[in-house]
Each structure stands twice: as structure tokens, then as C-alpha cells.
């Protein structure tokens, strides 16, 4: 004789360390394929391998931490009213997020910039953001021949930093097409600070007025290693400035 044992709802059987021996545990997640559940699963790992990328995992539990994902991954996630932190990734890639309703979808993609704060490395596509908001000795150095638009270093609440951008040898295109505006300028409040650009080719060629403008008690450093290839001037100078040359 057969008895059938119909568990609760939210529950599962789910296969022990003894062979053949399962107990009753709870659901964490669904795969769904559109409208069809393909199955129940007790963990978000076993989710994920069976989700591999094309399938969309349903929580029916909050994901305590974050998920760390893996270089060419990509995750679906149906929040579905749960938490859901955004997953991180190791070494230089960027984690990607895309939202409809409560389904997200997360990709891994390679990093642009790396940016070292005193040995503490991170990465990210926009490094204009950190620019922006520098801590002093930081580097910034480019992985890859890319693309940028004006940038602003600094702001009106910082001072006494210094930055580099090391362009590791590759090329960095300024796509600033204003002539009313430099390509690469200090922030016009920004003050006792020095920005020290080396190690590859500055391509500033779409209209901006100038490659770099430098104000008063800021200092600009053009790396002996820096080719800047340019058709508008290179510095604009305003008030006692300390331009180098190494």
C-alpha cells in the first residue's frame, strides 16, 4: 500500500547526507519559466543552477547577505516582496542591475576604471562620480581604451587632496563637444589640490575649449609619460597656478 503524504504549503521534501533519507523543509525559491514553474528548491545556490541565467528565481524568503556572483553570470531575480540585496562580484567587474516590476536582472560585465583609496581597490564604469568626491593620494587608473565625457574634479566641499589618473597605457577620448568648457577642470571651489594625469594618451578632439582648466591653489601634473593629443589648447590658467611637468 501507497500513502501519499501532501506537505504544507511553503514546504518541501529535501534530500539529507543519508542516501534515500529526505525531511520536511521549507521553500526558499522557484524557478519559473514565464508562468511555469519548473520547480521548488530549499536554497538560492540550488535555484541558481538550475535558473542559469535563463530562468527567473522567485524568492519566497528574504536572501539574508549578499550574493557574490561570478564573471559572465547573470541572475533573475523575482523580489516578490522580499529583500534582495544587489549581488556583488570579485576582481574587476561590474555588477549591472535592470528592474521590471519586482523581477531584477543582474549581469556581470567588465570594469572600465580601478580605483585605489589607500589600498582599498574597488572598481566601476563611472569615474567621473568619483572624481568628484576624491580622498587624498587616490589613483584611478583605466583598464581598458574608453571614453569620457566633461569631467569635474573635485567640488565645492573638498580640499587639500591629491589624485591621479593613470591611464595605464591606454587611450582615454574626452567626447565633450562644448567649447564653453574644458574637458578635464577643477571645481571653481575646490582648493589645495593637485591632479597628476600619466601613462598613456589623452585624445580630447570633439570642440571642448581646452583639455585641462586650473585655478588658483590647485596644481596640475602632466606626466612625462602622457601623450595629449588635442586640437584646442591644452591648459587655460586662472590666477597663481602651479602647472608641472615630470
Known amino acids: 500500500q501507497t500513502n501519499t503524504l501532501t506537505l504544507p504549503e511553503g514546504q518541501m521534501w529535501v534530500e539529507t547526507e543519508t542516501e534515500g533519507v529526505y525531511e520536511i523543509g521549507e521553500i526558499?525559491?522557484?524557478?519559473?519559466?514565464?508562468?511555469?514553474k519548473i520547480g521548488d528548491y530549499a536554497t538560492f545556490d540550488a535555484a541558481v543552477e538550475v535558473a542559469n541565467g535563463e530562468y527567473t528565481i522567485k524568492l519566497?524568503?528574504?536572501?539574508?547577505?549578499?550574493?557574490?556572483?561570478?564573471?559572465?553570470?547573470?541572475?533573475?531575480?523575482?523580489?516578490?516582496?522580499?529583500?534582495?540585496?544587489?549581488?556583488?562580484?570579485?576582481?574587476?567587474?561590474?555588477?549591472?542591475?535592470?528592474?521590471?516590476?519586482?523581477?531584477?536582472?543582474?549581469t556581470v560585465g567588465g570594469a572600465t576604471w580601478q580605483i585605489n583609496k589607500g589600498?582599498?581597490?574597488?572598481?566601476?564604469?563611472?569615474?567621473?562620480?568619483?572624481?568628484?568626491?576624491?580622498t587624498?593620494?587616490?589613483?584611478?587608473?583605466?583598464?581598458?581604451d574608453a571614453s569620457i565625457g566633461r569631467t569635474c574634479i573635485g567640488s565645492a566641499l573638498t580640499r587639500n587632496f591629491s589624485v591621479t589618473i593613470d591611464l595605464g597605457g591606454?587611450?582615454?577620448?574626452?567626447?565633450?563637444?562644448s567649447s564653453d568648457w574644458s574637458a578635464i577642470y577643477f571645481h571653481d571651489r575646490a582648493q589645495n589640490c593637485s591632479l597628476t594625469v600619466q601613462n598613456?594618451?589623452?585624445?580630447?578632439?570633439?570642440?571642448?575649449?581646452?583639455?585641462?582648466?586650473?585655478?588658483?591653489?590647485q596644481t596640475l601634473?602632466?606626466?612625462?609619460?602622457?601623450?595629449?593629443?588635442?586640437?584646442?589648447?591644452?591648459?587655460?590658467?586662472?590666477g597663481a597656478v602651479f602647472l608641472l611637468y615630470s
Do not use: C, W
Open 28 to 36: 526558499f525559491a522557484q524557478v519559473h519559466n514565464g508562468e511555469t
Open 60 to 106: 519566497l524568503k528574504s536572501y539574508d547577505g549578499t550574493y557574490t556572483m561570478t564573471a559572465g553570470q547573470t541572475l533573475i531575480v523575482d523580489k516578490n516582496g522580499f529583500t534582495f540585496n544587489k549581488p556583488t562580484v570579485d576582481g574587476a567587474y561590474i555588477v549591472s542591475e535592470t528592474s521590471s516590476g519586482t523581477v531584477y536582472t543582474y
Open 119 to 134: 589600498g582599498t581597490i574597488t572598481y566601476t564604469n563611472n569615474v567621473q562620480s568619483v572624481l568628484s568626491n576624491p
Open 136 to 144: 587624498n593620494g587616490m589613483v584611478v587608473t583605466l583598464l581598458k
Open 170 to 177: 591606454h587611450t582615454l577620448t574626452s567626447t565633450n563637444s
Open 200 to 217: 598613456g594618451t589623452l585624445e580630447v578632439k570633439n570642440g571642448a575649449a581646452n583639455v585641462f582648466h586650473v585655478r588658483g591653489s
Open 221 to 238: 601634473n602632466l606626466a612625462s609619460t602622457l601623450t595629449v593629443d588635442a586640437t584646442s589648447d591644452v591648459v587655460l590658467i586662472e
